[in-house]
């Protein structure tokens, strides 16, 4: 089973940016589909962004022109760039494989966007 570890959330300004890691325990080189989601309080985990081992993403409509997943199949890391954050972005971000399997999902790492 592959352990998942989120990290590199923080305080940041709206506008601002940060990038958030996924390192996985083992190899996700066959692992087709790595997400990001996200859950702010009070609300349901969502889903954010994924890519496949070809590289393929795709975003929610929330995160889209903004928000950049990518994949270090040598490092075996899942990364998302957050640009333009906003005030509604303020969530813990999780990653997992898609489709989720429920034993994947760790700690998560918080991001908050506020001046």
């Known amino acids: 089973q592959v352990q998942l570890v989120e990290s590199g959330g923080g305080l940041v300004q709206p506008g601002g940016s940060v990038r958030l890691s996924c390192a996985a325990s083992g190899s996700i080189l066959s692992i087709n589909v790595m997400g990001w989601f996200r859950q702010a309080p009070g609300k349901q985990r969502e889903w954010v962004a994924s890519?496949?081992?070809?590289?393929?993403?795709n975003y929610a409509d929330s995160v889209k022109g903004r928000f950049t997943i990518s994949r270090d199949n040598g490092k075996n890391t899942v990364y998302l760039q957050m640009n333009s954050l906003k005030p509604e972005d303020t969530a813990v971000y999780y990653c997992n494989v898609l489709p989720v399997r429920r034993g994947y999902w760790g700690q998560g790492t918080q991001v908050t966007v506020s001046s």
């Open positions: 890519i496949t081992s070809g590289g393929y993403q």
